[in-house]
C-alpha cells in the first residue's frame, strides 16, 4: 500500500475537451510527480511540484497543466485533448527526508476517442 | 539528453532458470531504480539503489549498480511463474522526483 490516491479510475472523452486527474496521498508527501505512460512503452514525466509550485517539466506542452494543494492532493489539467493523449496517468509521491523512494498510484485510464 | 536502454525488451523463461535484465544508461547517476508492473496495474517499487556498488536483494530478485560503467542489472534466480510482468529501470538525475524510464523488459516465466 503506497497510500497514494488517483481518481478516476477510468475516463472516456472526446477529442477537444478538457480533463481534470486527481491525486491525493497521506500527509508528509510534499513533492508529487505526474507520469504519462502510453501503452507499451515507459512512464514519461510530465512535471513535479513541491510546496505548490512547479519544480521542473518534461517535453509536454502547456496544455498539460498542474497544481498542488496545502492538502497535498494535485491535480493534472489536460486542456484540447487529442488521440495520442490516451495514456495511463500516474501520479507519483516522494517520501520527505533522506529516501529516495517515490511510491505510484494506481493511475488513471485515460481513452481519447 | 539522459537516455535508459534495456535489454532485453522480451523474455521468456522456463520456471527454475537463472536470467539477467541489463539497464544502461548514459548519463552519470547515483540513482537508478527498479518498478515491477502488472498489465493494467500501476508500477511497484523493487530496490532504490543510491551507490556505487549497491546491491539490493529480495527473494528471487537481486539488482546491482556500477555508476562507472553506468549500468545496472536485475538477476532473477530459479525464475516461478508469479514473476511475470513487465520491469522497468528509472534514472534520476535531479532530487529523486524526476525519472527517466527505460521501455521495460516484458518477463514471461512459463511452466
Known amino acids: 500500500e503506497t497510500g497514494v490516491t488517483q481518481s478516476p479510475t477510468h475516463l472516456i472523452k472526446t477529442r477537444g475537451q478538457q480533463v481534470t486527474l486527481r491525486c491525493s496521498s497521506q500527509?508528509?508527501?510534499?513533492?508529487v510527480s505526474w507520469y504519462q505512460q502510453a501503452l507499451g512503452q515507459g512512464p514519461q514525466f510530465i512535471f513535479q511540484?513541491?510546496?505548490?509550485?512547479?519544480?521542473g517539466r518534461g517535453n509536454f506542452p502547456p496544455r498539460f497543466s498542474g497544481l498542488q494543494f496545502p492538502n497535498y492532493s494535485s491535480e493534472l489539467n489536460v486542456n484540447a485533448l487529442e488521440l495520442d493523449d490516451s495514456a495511463l496517468y500516474l501520479c507519483?509521491?516522494?517520501?520527505?527526508?533522506?529516501?529516495?523512494?517515490?511510491?505510484f498510484g494506481p493511475g488513471t485510464r485515460l481513452t481519447v476517442t | 539528453e539522459l537516455k535508459v536502454e534495456q535489454n532485453p525488451l522480451f523474455l521468456s523463461m522456463q520456471e527454475g532458470k537463472n536470467y539477467t535484465i541489463y539497464c544502461n544508461y548514459s548519463?552519470?547517476?547515483?540513482?537508478l531504480y527498479w518498478y515491477r508492473q502488472d498489465p493494467g496495474k500501476s508500477l511497484e517499487s523493487l530496490f532504490v539503489?543510491?551507490?556505487?556498488?549497491a546491491v539490493k536483494q529480495e527473494g528471487r530478485l537481486m539488482a546491482s549498480l556500477d555508476t562507472k560503467a553506468r549500468l545496472s542489472t536485475l538477476h532473477i534466480t530459479a525464475a516461478v511463474h508469479d514473476l511475470s510482468a513487465t520491469y522497468f529501470c528509472?534514472?534520476?538525475?535531479?532530487?529523486?522526483?524526476?525519472?527517466?524510464f527505460g521501455e521495460g523488459t516484458q518477463l514471461t516465466v512459463n511452466p
Open positions: 507519483a509521491r516522494r517520501m520527505t527526508g533522506e529516501s529516495y523512494e517515490q511510491y
Open positions: 500527509s508528509g508527501h510534499n513533492t
Open positions: 511540484y513541491y510546496r505548490e509550485e512547479e519544480n
Open positions: 548519463t552519470t547517476s547515483d540513482r
Open positions: 539503489l543510491l551507490s556505487n556498488g
Open positions: 528509472a534514472v534520476d538525475l535531479t532530487s529523486g522526483s524526476r525519472l527517466t
